[in-house]
């Protein structure tokens, strides 16, 4: 790192919108070695948690494009015991914990836990409060329905209400920097 924040934050920055744009061409395993190095930097540099939240998105969106669905039900499930001991209150707090709870249903349904994934949605919806996760919502309607949700109308519905981070007309190209041959030796461990 360099020591100079601005430079610090434009570096994890850049290394991040690269792991995006190798994310929006299907290359998932290299964006996550972006994400690792870019939460990495963020995290050495003091960067505030919004970054590190951001970042956790992103590799969780990669993670559950390879199919690779036990990390992020490891996050979420961590993430939930976290904002449960926190006993916080405030309606960003709850959307927040709610937007977690909400990937943890989607990716329970995805694994086939069709019980579990109505449990964590209808919490969801519960603490986020009425409208705020449409995708929820919508998910959770189908389920106590009793119908089948395919792949299909669960991509549909995910790109529909906003579930990804990572999309073309979120990211800057201009902003992307490749992993330096300095970092790509650096130590893992964050992912």
Not at 141 to 160: C, E, K, P
Request: proline content about 5%; aromatic content about 6%; some cysteine.
């Amino acid at each position: 790192m360099s020591g100079n924040p601005s430079t610090d934050a434009a570096l994890h920055l850049g290394i991040a919108e690269q792991g995006k744009l190798l994310a929006l061409d299907g290359a998932h395993d290299e964006a996550l070695r972006h994400y690792q190095q870019a939460l990495r930097l963020a995290v050495d540099a003091g960067a505030p948690e919004v970054f590190f939240r951001h970042y956790t998105q992103c590799v969780m969106e990669s993670l559950e494009a390879l199919g690779s669905y036990d990390g992020v039900l490891r996050f979420c499930e961590d993430a939930d015991h976290h904002y449960q001991a926190l006993d916080k209150d405030g309606p960003l707090f709850a959307l927040d914990h709610g937007s977690i709870l909400e990937r943890l249903g989607i990716i329970r349904l995805k694994a086939g836990d069709v019980d579990a994934a109505r449990s964590a949605l209808r919490r969801a919806n519960q603490l986020a409060g009425p409208g705020r996760l449409p995708l929820a919502a919508q998910v959770l309607g189908w389920l106590d329905r009793g119908m089948t949700v395919s792949d299909r109308h669960l991509a549909d519905a995910q790109r529909r209400h906003g579930y990804f981070v990572v999309t073309r007309e979120r990211v800057d190209p201009a902003r992307a920097i490749p992993l330096p041959d300095s970092l790509e030796s650096a130590p893992a461990g964050l992912i």
